[in-house]
């Protein structure tokens, strides 16, 4: 096969991955689903995976999901919502206090109910930042199959559930990009520079570059007053499949026997993080006076461009979920390596 007719058939096969997300987008649209066009795309996805007839989603495809992402988050922050800021603080630090807690009562449960080793148990329940807890486990030999089931597993229902439950929660808004469209030139500006700061971002090891970049120059550039309107709606919409197709694609490593063998450890962890996360998130509604459904959403185990993206979706205010998403994934680059080294020295003493 030619080079040229290999690139063709990959590009295809990318095209025709991303067309059996939106397919998947538009069918949970009709039948009511929330997020639709997030939550469907990753079930359809996830499918292909089980079914070994997904493709990896090319890392171009990934960033312009994330650039589209970050412009429709920036574009949404009101104003109040950043002068609001200042009651963060307090919240962060509940953040800090909930990683700790999510992390030691799962890796309990992984340890007496799944009978997993004290670094697989960390590593598993370890909230979000997915790359992080691979690249570490790889590293440290710990068995890297088991670990991306759980994590996989948890970021996929929380995407598909969380929106059914913020709606049960009573917030059934959600939201469509700014009904004034940004102007073809200001849209290539701000994309363009959204890039140049995501490239400079990655190049520093930040999390999510393309998305906080994008999020950054949308932000500055619509609070200053300098650009007006939103995406329009077939791009918003595309760039909603495009994530959810990357969140999906995570389950392309995952063979079905080691899915349906790990499952209940899978269940059991989403289960219990969930339950702690939510306990911090009450506290943290209370404390910087933002709704409860805003709260689980900044404190859901999940990862930080979905989380973030899902709260715009919903109605919510993406600063406030961003941030504390963007802390943790920090906190968890930070402490994790560290965390797992002591532990590991800690379990050569005790033999």
């Known amino acids: ?13 990318q095209l025709g991955q991303i067309a059996f997300a939106g397919a998947g987008g538009l069918v949970f649209a009709l039948i009511g689903a929330p997020a639709a066009w997030v939550s469907g795309p990753v079930a359809a996805v996830a499918l292909l995976c089980l079914m070994r ?12 999901a994330m650039l589209l992402g970050g412009m429709s988050m920036g574009a949404a922050a009101t104003p109040e919502a950043l002068s609001a800021m200042g009651s963060y603080p307090a919240s962060l630090a509940l953040l800090g206090l909930s990683i700790v807690a999510v992390i030691g009562m799962t890796a309990l449960w992984l340890i007496r109910m ?3 080793s004290w670094t697989d148990a960390v590593l598993g329940a370890t909230p979000g930042a997915l790359s992080t807890v691979i690249a570490v486990a790889a590293d440290r030999g710990r068995n890297v199959g088991v670990i991306a089931v759980v994590q996989s597993f948890r970021l996929a229902v929380l995407v598909i559930l969380l929106p059914v439950a913020i709606v049960l929660m009573g917030n059934d ?3 469509a990009p700014a009904r004034e469209v940004m102007p073809p030139l200001p849209f290539a500006l701000v994309i363009g520079a959204s890039a140049v700061l995501g490239l400079v971002l990655r190049r520093i090891n930040m999390a999510a570059p393309m998305l906080l970049g994008a999020t950054v120059v949308s932000l500055v550039s619509h609070a200053s007053g300098v650009v007006h309107g939103g995406l329009p709606a077939p791009v918003y919409t595309l760039a909603l499949v495009l994530i959810g197709t990357f969140v ?3 389950f392309s490593t995952v063979d079905r026997r080691s899915l349906v063998a790990t499952l209940p450890a899978a269940l ?25 459904a805003a709260a689980v959403i900044a404190f859901a185990p999940g990862g930080l461009e979905v989380m973030a993206v899902l709260a715009l979706l919903l109605g919510l205010d993406p600063i406030f979920v961003g941030t504390h998403h963007l802390a943790r994934f920090i906190l968890i680059g930070l402490f994790l390596p560290l965390l797992i080294g002591w532990i590991e020295k800690l379990s050569q003493r005790q033999r």
Not at 53 to 64: C, F, Y
Not at 268 to 292: N, P, R
């Open 1 to 13: 096969m030619t080079p040229s007719r290999s690139v063709a058939l990959a590009f295809a096969r």
């Open 53 to 64: 007839r997904s493709v990896p989603v090319s890392m171009p495809i990934v960033d312009l």
């Open 114 to 116: 799944s009978g997993w």
């Open 173 to 175: 808004m959600e939201i």
């Open 248 to 250: 999906g694609s995570r």
């Open 268 to 292: 059991g962890s989403l289960i219990v993080s969930f339950a702690v996360a939510l306990i911090f998130a009450a506290a943290s509604a209370q404390v910087a006076e933002v709704s409860l």
